[in-house]
C-alpha cells in the first residue's frame, strides 16, 4: 500500500496534486526549485532535493514542466518507487526510449489524465464526432502566453481521442 507519496513540483497544477495527496493523506513531502512554492505547499518535509526524501517514500508524483519529467521519471524508478507522472510524460522520442529500456515490473507506472474530468472536458465528450478541422497556431514569442502554453497538450489529446 502506497502511503508516502513525494510530489514534485508545487506550481501551476502541482497545487492540485497536493491537494488531492493532502485529503488522501499520503503527502509525505514536497519538493520544487522555487522556495515560493514550497512555502506555499504548507507540508512539513520540503525541499528543493528530492534526494533528501527518496528513500523513504513508496511513490513520486512528478507534476513539473515537461522538460523536467524525464529526469524525475528515471531517478523514481532506478530507486523502485512506484510513479506517478502529468502528460506528456517525455518530450520526444528519445527520451521515451530511454524510459521504456527500463524494466519496472515490480512497482506501478501512471500517466495522468486528470484533466479529461475537468467539467468542460466531460461535456465535450457528449459532442457528436463529426470531421473538423483542426489547426494549432503558435503566436509569437514575445506575446505573453498562447493556447498550447495555457492548456498544454490537452487539447490536441482531447481531439485525437474524440476523432481519431
Known sequence: MIK????????????????NLQ?????????DTDHQALDKANCPRHSRNIYDFIDEADAIDVCTAP???L???????????????????VTDCEQFERLAALKFSDWQ????????????????????????HFEIIRPPRDRPSDLLNELGWHPIDWVLKKFG
Not at 488522501?24 to 519538493?31: E, F
Not at 521519471?73 to 512506484?82: I, R, V
Request: charged share 20%; hydrophobic share 50%.
Open 71 to 89: 529526469e524525475y521519471c528515471l531517478l523514481a524508478l532506478q530507486h523502485h518507487k512506484h510513479l506517478f507522472v502529468e502528460k506528456p510524460v
Open 4 to 19: 508516502r507519496v513525494i510530489l514534485v513540483g508545487n506550481g501551476r497544477f502541482g497545487k492540485n496534486h497536493l491537494r
Open 23 to 31: 485529503r488522501l493523506g499520503v503527502l509525505y513531502a514536497v519538493v
Open 109 to 132: 507506472f501512471m500517466v495522468g489524465s486528470i484533466y479529461d474530468f475537468v467539467p468542460a472536458m466531460v461535456e465535450a465528450r457528449r459532442l457528436p464526432a463529426t470531421k473538423v
Open 67 to 69: 522538460e523536467a519529467h
